[in-house]
Every structure is written in structure tokens, then in C-alpha cells.
């Protein structure tokens, strides 16, 4: 029922049911949408309530010269390999097939240049990596298409490029790769202050769409996450999935002990920035459980580290955690990996949070919970709706 995120106005804190519920109805919406649920509306079994959120995988996990689809292959089905070599790809999607774990293949760097405008020779590249995934037996191993990431917001920021420049890149490159991967779909990832804007479109092409913001929940450029995920919705046709994109990177700027701080003072902020974080994605995770339109779970992401040590890299990926955090990090890990399992196995557990278990921010609405039990059985078996 994707209306749900598209109407309401505050973040999803859950669905209210009591100990004895085991069929509840789908996402939380306006209440006055569920005043007369027919009963073929109410999920029977957690499969039908959760079954949609499918998909576990770090973005860049297996992007150039980062490789952890084996070290990550016990809590995740996805890797994300994204590199131009083409013998790199066909070894690395090889290796997922090993483990277990679907490929997203981004194809960008054989696409796009450094100004996001199409290569000359895109076409060729691409075509022959398909032609070679066909040789080695490996097409089945593709889950999803990748062909370039936050898209309009890149070409805005070229000198070279544009807007309206990037949808026809993608119009086009989107059809030839729907022809060399039939059956598989194509993705996207946008940033969030492309969402919001008036002229924001989703090209029809595009089978799984999220966008990225690594702020508070509440506050998204001073709007709530919601407000974004009701935007794509909107947006989306009925045949289009939703990833989320949850924050498990941390940015030396926040992180980096201020001047004025104590060794006390900094091992506390230290451990409010860490349980902020941990708040903040079980949070995500129950928005993705809330809504149908969620397949997929995309943490950015697992690792920072760089290729040389002379690199500089603006933070750390949660690999980090445990050793940057001694406090809280090996904890945010746990939990990580816990709903990782949970989402490979689906096994999902609902969090139903509480406002005060969410993230404390200055625009965390207060709470506003409208519910109605629709029917009890004559087991004692409780359906129900809930909003907060």
C-alpha cells in the first residue's frame, strides 16, 4: 500500500498491535484510510507483513580497489562491485556466486567520464563485459543493474553537463542496457536535494530507486526523511521499488576531537555520536519494514579505507566502528549484522520503537498515536492498525 509514506506528514514509528497479534495491516497511513479495511488487505503471516524488504548489501563494497563480498557474505546477499577492469568484475562476480550473494554491477566507470557525459566507446565496453558474463556462466549472478550514481546532481555540477543533458544519457543508456540484461533490473541512488526539487522526475527505466542523507531522520535540510520518501513514491510508477539508504560511516569532521575537549568530554560525545547512529538505523530499518515499496537495504557503507596511505578519505565506514568507538561501536556492529541476517533470512523483527528510542533532534514531532483495532477472532487473534 505505497500510499502510506506518500500521505503522512511525520516519520513511521511503527505499527501498534498488541502481544497477541499475529496479522496486522500493512504500512502505517492516515487513519482515515483505514476506517473499513477489507479483510484481503490484512497480512496474514510475517512473510506477507515484511517478505518485501529481500535485500541486504554495502554500497562500494566491491568497488575498485575494496573487495569484502567474502568477509561480508554471512550477513548480507548483495555486493557491490563497481570497477572498470573488466577482468576484476568477471573475478569478482565469480566470487559472489561462491559465497552465495547477488551482484549489483555498476557499470559507471565504463559509462560516464569524469564529467559525467557518456564515453565515446561506452557502448563497446559495456557490451563486451555482457558478452564475457555470458561466456563464463555468470549473468545469473546479476540482481541489479547500476548505471550511474546520484545522476542529476552530478551533471548539474559539471562544467560540462547538465540536468536535462543527464536524463538523455540515461534514456539512452538506460534501453541499451535493458537490451544486454534482459530481465534484470536497473537502479539508481539519488542525492537528497534532487529529490525536493519541482522539476524532479524518475525515468521509467529505473526498477529501484533510493536517495542518500546522512543527517537525522528529522531533519533532511530540515525536512524529515519521510518527506523524501513520499516524494519518490509520488513519483515512482506502481511497478518501481524503493531502496533505503542508511548511514553507517562516520565523517572525520564530526568525528576529530574538538580543541576545547577533555579526554572525558571527547569519550562521551564519542559515545552520544555512536548511540545517535545506532538509533538512527534501527529507525531506517523499521521505516523499510513499514513501508511495501521497500526491497532492498543498502548501507553506505562498510569500509573507508584507502588504497595508499598517503590518501585522505573524508571518513570511516563502519569496519572502523569498534576501534573508533569503545564505547558503542562494537554494539552499532552487532546490530549491522543482526539486521543483515534478519533480511537474508527473512526473519525480520519488527523494532516498534518508541519516540524516546529514536534519535533525539530539535524537530522530533511529538508523539501523535491514532490506532483501531479492526477484528478479533475467535481464537483471540487481534488485527490492527497504528500510526504514530
Same mark, same amino acid.
Given at each position: 500500500?505505497?500510499?502510506?509514506?506518500?500521505?503522512?506528514?511525520?516519520?513511521?514509528?511503527?505499527?501498534?498491535?498488541?502481544?497477541?497479534?499475529?496479522?496486522?495491516?500493512?504500512?502505517?497511513?492516515?487513519?482515515?484510510?483505514?476506517?473499513?479495511?477489507?479483510?484481503?488487505?490484512?497480512?496474514?503471516?510475517?512473510?506477507?507483513?515484511?517478505?518485501?524488504?529481500?535485500?541486504?548489501?554495502?554500497?562500494?563494497?566491491?568497488?575498485?580497489?575494496?573487495?569484502?563480498?567474502r568477509e561480508l557474505a554471512s550477513f548480507? %546477499? #548483495?555486493?557491490?562491485?563497481?570497477?572498470?577492469?573488466?577482468?576484476?568484475?568477471?573475478?569478482? *562476480?565469480? &566470487?559472489? +556466486?561462491?559465497?552465495?550473494?547477488?551482484?549489483?554491477?555498476? *557499470?559507471?566507470?565504463?559509462?560516464?567520464?569524469?564529467?559525467?557525459?557518456?564515453?565515446?566507446?561506452?557502448?563497446?565496453?559495456?557490451?563486451?563485459?555482457?558478452?564475457?558474463?555470458?561466456?563464463?556462466? #555468470?549473468?545469473?549472478?546479476?540482481?541489479? *543493474?547500476?548505471? $550511474?550514481?546520484?545522476?542529476? =546532481?552530478?551533471?548539474?555540477? +559539471?562544467? @560540462?553537463?547538465?540536468?536535462?543533458?543527464?536524463?538523455?544519457?540515461?534514456?539512452?543508456?538506460?534501453?541499451?542496457? &535493458?537490451?544486454?540484461?534482459?530481465?534484470?533490473?536497473?537502479?539508481?541512488?539519488?542525492?537528497?536535494?534532487?529529490v525536493l526539487r519541482d522539476d524532479f522526475?524518475?525515468?521509467?527505466?529505473?526498477?529501484? !530507486?533510493?536517495?542518500?542523507?546522512?543527517?537525522?531522520?528529522?531533519?533532511?535540510? +530540515?525536512?524529515?526523511?519521510?518527506?523524501?520518501?513520499?516524494?519518490?513514491?509520488?513519483?515512482?510508477?506502481?511497478?518501481?521499488?524503493?531502496?533505503? $539508504?542508511?548511514?553507517?560511516?562516520?565523517?572525520?569532521?564530526?568525528?576529530?576531537?574538538?580543541?576545547?575537549?577533555?579526554?572525558?568530554?571527547?569519550?562521551?560525545? /564519542?559515545?552520544?555520536? $555512536? &548511540?545517535?547512529?545506532?538509533?538512527?538505523?534501527?529507525?531506517?530499518?523499521? !521505516?523499510?519494514? =513499514?513501508?511495501?515499496?521497500?526491497?532492498?537495504?543498502?548501507?553506505?557503507?562498510?569500509?573507508?579505507?584507502?588504497?595508499?596511505?598517503?590518501? %585522505?578519505?573524508?571518513?570511516?565506514?563502519?569496519? &572502523?566502528?569498534?576501534?573508533?568507538?569503545?564505547? +558503542?561501536?562494537?554494539?552499532?556492529?552487532?546490530?549491522?549484522?543482526? !539486521?543483515?541476517?534478519?533480511?537474508?533470512?527473512?526473519?525480520? @523483527?519488527?523494532?516498534?520503537?518508541?519516540?524516546?528510542?529514536?534519535?533525539?533532534?530539535?524537530?522530533?514531532? /511529538? %508523539?501523535?498515536?491514532?490506532?483501531r483495532i479492526l477484528e478479533v477472532s475467535?481464537?483471540? $487473534?487481534? =488485527?490492527?492498525?497504528?500510526? %504514530?
Amino acid at each position: 500500500m505505497g500510499r502510506s509514506l506518500q500521505q503522512f506528514a511525520g516519520l513511521v514509528l511503527g505499527c501498534a498491535a498488541t502481544a497477541l497479534a499475529t496479522t496486522v495491516l500493512a504500512a502505517p497511513a492516515l487513519a482515515e484510510g483505514y476506517r473499513e479495511v477489507p479483510k484481503d488487505a490484512i497480512y496474514k503471516t510475517d512473510e506477507q507483513r515484511y517478505g518485501h524488504l529481500r535485500y541486504m548489501g554495502f554500497y562500494a563494497s566491491a568497488m575498485q580497489h575494496w573487495n569484502h563480498t567474502r568477509e561480508l557474505a554471512s550477513f548480507t %546477499n #548483495l555486493t557491490w562491485i563497481d570497477t572498470a577492469n573488466q577482468e576484476k568484475i568477471i573475478a569478482r *562476480v565469480r &566470487e559472489a +556466486g561462491e559465497v552465495g550473494v547477488g551482484v549489483i554491477l555498476s *557499470v559507471q566507470a565504463m559509462a560516464f567520464d569524469s564529467e559525467y557525459r557518456l564515453r565515446p566507446d561506452y557502448l563497446h565496453r559495456i557490451a563486451s563485459l555482457q558478452q564475457a558474463l555470458l561466456a563464463e556462466d #555468470l549473468m545469473d549472478h546479476i540482481t541489479l *543493474v547500476y548505471p $550511474v550514481d546520484e545522476p542529476y =546532481s552530478h551533471a548539474a555540477k +559539471g562544467r @560540462q553537463t547538465s540536468r536535462r543533458e543527464m536524463r538523455r544519457a540515461l534514456e539512452q543508456l538506460n534501453g541499451e542496457l &535493458e537490451t544486454l540484461f534482459p530481465g534484470k533490473p536497473l537502479g539508481v541512488i539519488f542525492s537528497h536535494g534532487e529529490v525536493l526539487r519541482d522539476d524532479f522526475s524518475i525515468p521509467a527505466s529505473y526498477d529501484w !530507486i533510493g536517495f542518500d542523507c546522512y543527517h537525522s531522520l528529522y531533519d533532511c535540510d +530540515g525536512r524529515p526523511q519521510t518527506d523524501h520518501y513520499r516524494k519518490l513514491l509520488k513519483r515512482m510508477t506502481p511497478g518501481q521499488s524503493l531502496m533505503a $539508504v542508511p548511514q553507517t560511516w562516520m565523517r572525520n569532521d564530526d568525528f576529530e576531537r574538538e580543541s576545547w575537549e577533555t579526554d572525558k568530554l571527547y569519550e562521551a560525545r /564519542k559515545a552520544r555520536m $555512536v &548511540e545517535q547512529l545506532r538509533k538512527r538505523l534501527q529507525h531506517h530499518y523499521e !521505516i523499510a519494514l =513499514s513501508e511495501p515499496r521497500f526491497i532492498a537495504f543498502i548501507p553506505f557503507l562498510w569500509s573507508m579505507s584507502p588504497a595508499k596511505p598517503e590518501q %585522505n578519505y573524508p571518513g570511516f565506514g563502519v569496519d &572502523e566502528f569498534p576501534a573508533k568507538f569503545p564505547e +558503542g561501536g562494537a554494539e552499532f556492529l552487532a546490530q549491522v549484522q543482526s !539486521i543483515g541476517r534478519q533480511i537474508t533470512s527473512g526473519n525480520h @523483527q519488527y523494532p516498534n520503537l518508541s519516540r524516546r528510542q529514536t534519535e533525539s533532534d530539535i524537530l522530533r514531532p /511529538k %508523539n501523535d498515536l491514532q490506532a483501531r483495532i479492526l477484528e478479533v477472532s475467535g481464537s483471540g $487473534v487481534i =488485527s490492527a492498525w497504528g500510526y %504514530n
